[in-house]
């Protein structure tokens, strides 16, 4: 089954998809959500199937949704009978985060204090998340919010059409209708996001104290276990982060470390300690765009790398195309050596292993570029 | 956490776990409501007094099996309760449609709709499918039947009914497809 081939409905009609779909079955489940976080280009077409399933299946519309959830929020939290007191000022929606680092535990306490003065509306969900006391994203207008329970990854699509993955126990703050001028949504937690180009409406993500400008792409943002720093990878386009003081990032100048641009595979890091971004390649980069003018495909198996007698400069040429990273070699005399040999399945770091060690030479990974080293050829 | 101890975890006062009980059933209990009586108001309000009650008397709780059935059983109960016995209408899997007064799967999809403008484009592409396709949609979206237990049922082949589901729902797509 090659299920790179399928489109919406292919997906929507297969039984393995639908045991999935309906948490039927557990080998399916475990299947497709590792298949769908490996192929985020095909996130298009899931979605559309998960749509068209959900229509036939009688789900109620999701704005609806939205509605009744709020509206338990309320009735359970206008209850004023509790058989222990002491727990009454926890609100609704923030238990789920008690688990988190201290930082979030101290967000909790001010939250719940907020439940016992106020009716709990959604625009106080985020107001206690910022620093300062300016809300990051313009209040106008109802918040949506969308909030991941689940020990699963959770997808969703944005009014936009943008598509979003929540991690599990994240949170995704939105307005119920984007302004004319920009899209500005505010997460916690983690998740993948690809976005709807729309040069006029630019696309935010905050998060914590840092800003995330999408310019038509998709991303993971996270944040690392031990909750001491977060990242940002890009898997396509291009995405600019800053800090979050940098509220119009067109009017200010833009000085080092507080400002990075990322394009594929690479991926931003703000450490809370340092308080800056630092630049990196991920740890497993995956091909942007497959490039096989150097490769001797056998046929019928367009996924398959081999080299036959290249020369080394048309190998990095064809990975810098593939993984859109810059490659360089420590001397001009490696340009003219040549690898021969199956480097299918391998992914790139694999790929380089094979062939410096074929070649006697190395590699190292300097930033965001890959650097060789050796002798070289004549 | 499993599904039991989540429920423990409500009769002991936590309010996460009534959260994620709340957010995991509510699809499930709402595809069952609209099964049971094809009106989504009465079902929203429905679930909606059914999970009050649950937080209500959470230190009432009884110990159950399936959370999932347990659920279903109230739900059911509630509805029926509101609706008085000579609007009743019910949608059996094999008499769906033969009673003029009940609403069949087809009007029960439309209905579902926020908007009218999706209410007509959803009712536009369900015409424009033949009855067995329509039957078979239903049994596999809507009973979740597997297509062994469709073939079975209608003494055919899982491969023709998946072929049956597939072109239905080519043309579902070709007619919603602005929507996504």
């Given at each position: 089954?090659?299920?790179?081939?399928?489109?919406?409905?292919?997906?929507?009609?297969?039984?393995?998809?639908?045991?999935?779909?309906?948490?039927?079955?557990?080998?399916?489940?475990?299947?497709?959500?590792?298949?769908?976080?490996?192929?985020?280009?095909?996130?298009?077409?899931?979605?559309?199937?998960?749509?068209?399933?959900?229509?036939?299946?009688?789900?109620?519309?999701?704005?609806?949704?939205?509605?009744?959830?709020?509206?338990?929020?309320?009735?359970?939290?206008?209850?004023?009978?509790?058989?222990?007191?002491?727990?009454?000022?926890?609100?609704?929606?923030?238990?789920?985060?008690?688990?988190?680092?201290?930082?979030?535990?101290?967000?909790?306490?001010?939250?719940?204090?907020?439940?016992?003065?106020?009716?709990?509306?959604?625009?106080?969900?985020?107001?206690?998340?910022?620093?300062?006391?300016?809300?990051?994203?313009?209040?106008?207008?109802?918040?949506?919010?969308?909030?991941?329970?689940?020990?699963?990854?959770?997808?969703?699509?944005?009014?936009?059409?943008?598509?979003?993955?929540?991690?599990?126990?994240?949170?995704?703050?939105?307005?119920?209708?984007?302004?004319?001028?920009?899209?500005?949504?505010?997460?916690?937690?983690?998740?993948?996001?690809?976005?709807?180009?729309?040069?006029?409406?630019?696309?935010?993500?905050?998060?914590?104290?840092?800003?995330?400008?999408?310019?038509?792409?998709?991303?993971?943002?996270?944040?690392?276990?031990?909750?001491?720093?977060?990242?940002?990878?890009?898997?396509?386009?291009?995405?600019?982060?800053?800090?979050?003081?940098?509220?119009?990032?067109?009017?200010?100048?833009?000085?080092?470390?507080?400002?990075?641009?990322?394009?594929?595979?690479?991926?931003?890091?703000?450490?809370?300690?340092?308080?800056?971004?630092?630049?990196?390649?991920?740890?497993?980069?995956?091909?942007?765009?497959?490039?096989?003018?150097?490769?001797?495909?056998?046929?019928?198996?367009?996924?398959?790398?081999?080299?036959?007698?290249?020369?080394?400069?048309?190998?990095?040429?064809?990975?810098?195309?593939?993984?859109?990273?810059?490659?360089?070699?420590?001397?001009?005399?490696?340009?003219?050596?040549?690898?021969?040999?199956?480097?299918?399945?391998?992914?790139?770091?694999?790929?380089?292993?094979?062939?410096?060690?074929?070649?006697?030479?190395?590699?190292?990974?300097?930033?965001?570029?890959?650097?060789?080293?050796?002798?070289?050829?004549? | 956490?499993?599904?039991?101890?989540?429920?423990?975890?409500?009769?002991?006062?936590?309010?996460?776990?009534?959260?994620?009980?709340?957010?995991?059933?509510?699809?499930?209990?709402?595809?069952?409501?609209?099964?049971?009586n094809g009106?989504?108001?009465?079902?929203?309000?429905?679930?909606?007094?059914?999970?009050?009650?649950?937080?209500?008397?959470?230190?009432?709780?009884?110990?159950?099996?399936?959370?999932?059935?347990?659920?279903?059983?109230?739900?059911?109960?509630?509805?029926?309760?509101?609706?008085?016995q000579h609007q009743w209408r019910s949608l059996d899997e094999h008499s769906y449609g033969a009673d003029a007064a009940e609403y069949s799967y087809?009007e029960?999809?439309?209905?579902?709709?926020?908007?009218?403008?999706?209410?007509?484009?959803?009712?536009?592409?369900?015409?424009?499918?033949?009855?067995?396709?329509?039957?078979?949609?239903?049994?596999?979206?809507?009973?979740?039947?597997?297509?062994?237990?469709?073939?079975?049922?209608?003494?055919?082949?899982?491969?023709?009914?998946?072929?049956?589901?597939?072109?239905?729902?080519?043309?579902?797509?070709?007619?919603?497809?602005?929507?996504?």
């Amino acid at each position: 089954m090659d299920y790179l081939l399928y489109e919406a409905e292919d997906f929507a009609a297969d039984e393995s998809y639908l045991n999935y779909y309906f948490r039927l079955n557990k080998t399916d489940i475990a299947f497709w959500e590792d298949w769908i976080r490996l192929h985020p280009e095909k996130l298009d077409l899931i979605s559309q199937a998960d749509h068209l399933i959900g229509l036939m299946a009688m789900q109620l519309p999701d704005e609806e949704l939205q509605d009744e959830f709020r509206r338990i929020e309320r009735g359970v939290s206008q209850q004023s009978h509790s058989p222990e007191p002491r727990q009454q000022s926890v609100s609704f929606d923030n238990v789920l985060r008690r688990e988190r680092g201290r930082g979030w535990r101290r967000l909790v306490v001010a939250l719940s204090a907020a439940a016992v003065l106020i009716p709990l509306g959604y625009v106080y969900f985020f107001k206690p998340h910022t620093d300062d006391a300016r809300l990051p994203i313009a209040s106008a207008g109802a918040m949506l919010e969308r909030t991941n329970p689940t020990s699963q990854p959770m997808s969703m699509r944005l009014e936009d059409g943008t598509f979003v993955t929540l991690d599990p126990g994240s949170k995704l703050v939105c307005p119920a209708h984007f302004p004319a001028d920009r899209r500005e949504v505010y997460l916690e937690g983690g998740g993948f996001f690809k976005v709807n180009k729309s040069a006029r409406q630019p696309f935010y993500v905050y998060y914590g104290n840092f800003v995330t400008h999408v310019l038509g792409t998709s991303f993971t943002i996270r944040m690392d276990k031990r909750q001491e720093q977060v990242e940002v990878a890009v898997l396509a386009g291009k995405v600019e982060v800053y800090k979050r003081a940098r509220v119009n990032p067109e009017k200010e100048p833009r000085d080092q470390g507080d400002l990075v641009i990322l394009t594929p595979n690479q991926r931003a890091i703000y450490k809370e300690s340092e308080q800056r971004f630092e630049t990196s390649l991920v740890e497993k980069p995956r091909p942007v765009r497959p490039d096989t003018a150097f490769l001797e495909t056998p046929a019928g198996d367009p996924g398959a790398t081999v080299f036959k007698t290249a020369t080394l400069a048309d190998i990095v040429r064809s990975f810098e195309k593939t993984y859109s990273i810059d490659i360089e070699m420590e001397n001009e005399g490696i340009n003219n050596c040549h690898f021969s040999g199956d480097l299918s399945g391998m992914d790139l770091y694999k790929q380089l292993d094979v062939i410096c060690q074929s070649l006697n030479m190395s590699y190292e990974v300097i930033g965001t570029r890959i650097l060789i080293r050796g002798r070289g050829c004549n | 956490m499993g599904e039991d101890l989540l429920w423990r975890a409500i009769r002991n006062n936590d309010l996460g776990a009534f959260t994620e009980i709340y957010k995991s059933y509510y699809q499930f209990l709402f595809a069952y409501g609209m099964r049971v009586n094809g009106d989504k108001h009465l079902v929203k309000d429905a679930i909606h007094e059914l999970f009050l009650e649950v937080w209500k008397g959470r230190d009432r709780l009884p110990e159950v099996a399936h959370v999932g059935s347990y659920l279903r059983t109230i739900l059911r109960r509630k509805i029926i309760k509101e609706v008085p016995q000579h609007q009743w209408r019910s949608l059996d899997e094999h008499s769906y449609g033969a009673d003029a007064a009940e609403y069949s799967y087809e009007e029960r999809l439309v209905r579902l709709q926020s908007d009218e403008e999706m209410k007509q484009k959803v009712q536009k592409a369900i015409h424009s499918l033949s009855k067995k396709q329509l039957e078979v949609i239903r049994m596999k979206f809507f009973d979740e039947k597997s297509y062994a237990e469709i073939a079975d049922l209608n003494a055919t082949t899982p491969r023709t009914v998946y072929n049956q589901v597939y072109e239905a729902l080519k043309i579902l797509r070709k007619y919603l497809g602005l929507l996504f």
